[in-house]
């Protein structure tokens, strides 16, 4: 017997300023929203868009200058995808939907929050602080090429920890592979825009849009004591610590869906 078809379309959609945003939506039921980080582009969810497209409406997309997504105006950035990541919901016909963004995504899905807070149901926030509180991030090379510019190891990058290579390298280099796609702003650029892209604390003291941060205990990058701290300006924010590493819904999608199986499913939909 042939499990159900789940219907699936995917596309473009053009900015004022002349890119080209790709798109895909899988599913029906309430709308969710994944915003994928700097290691990939829309593709890294392919663990999660299955799982979710049975009682979702899943939406995932390439920010600019990641896969299938253009930068001709050289404005990629998390502020431009905030503004993006509205319009694709226009685009869409969305009216709100829950939010989920990696590290990356989650200052775009923190800042569509921040900047129209009527069209957004949840949010999670994995491996990310959003831009709260104001803090420094620390170096971290996430490109597929060392900074001594010799190829890494196959399966080798640093948002999948040593333990993701040794247990499923076919698994490891997939993902050491996405974040070789599109043309985006180097990683030091990126570090620098997330830097200033930052939100004050008094913005939050009447921010009631349930919240979920996920960590890894082994995340070198956003240490599970930045997120606490970041979620700690969230009066009703839940924090989960996982046994992992940055890209903890890649490392593990098993463990990472069911948290957030657990986390929509005692957030009330209207």
């Known amino acids: ?21 790709w798109f895909e939506a899988a599913g029906s039921g309430p709308p969710l929203v994944l915003a994928h980080g700097l290691g990939g582009n829309g593709l890294v969810w392919f663990q999660q868009l299955p799982h979710f497209a049975g009682r979702f409406r899943v939406i995932t997309w390439d920010q600019r200058g990641f896969g299938r997504s253009s930068n001709l105006a050289g404005q990629a950035g998390p502020r431009t995808s905030v ?8 685009h869409l016909g969305v009216e709100n939907a829950h939010f989920i963004g990696q590290s990356l995504g989650g200052w775009v899905v923190l800042g569509v929050a921040l900047a129209a807070p009527d069209r957004v149901r949840s949010l999670v926030l994995s491996s990310s602080t959003g831009g709260i509180p104001q803090l420094r991030l620390p170096a971290f090379d996430t490109g597929p090429v060392r900074a001594d510019h010799g190829v890494r190891p196959l399966g080798v990058h640093p948002a999948v920890g040593d333990r993701l290579p040794a247990a499923d390298r076919a698994r490891a280099y997939l993902y050491q592979a996405l974040s070789t796609f599109g043309r985006r702003p180097s990683d030091a650029e990126f570090a620098t825009m997330l830097a200033s892209f930052t939100h004050q604390p008094d913005l939050f003291e009447h921010f009631d849009i349930p919240t979920l941060f996920i960590c890894g205990s082994r995340d070198p ?5 930045h997120v606490r701290d970041a979620a700690s300006r969230i009066g009703a924010a839940r924090v989960v610590e996982l ?27 209207p």
């Open 1 to 21: 017997m042939s499990a159900q078809a789940i219907e699936r379309s995917e596309g473009y959609f053009q900015t004022p300023d002349g890119d080209s945003i």
């Open 83 to 90: 503004t993006d990541q509205l319009a694709l919901l226009d």
């Open 221 to 225: 990058v956003m240490t599970p004591a």
């Open 243 to 269: 046994d992992l590493s940055h890209s903890t819904y890649f490392e593990d999608p098993a463990t990472w869906n069911a948290v957030v199986d657990e986390f929509l499913a005692n957030v009330s939909t």
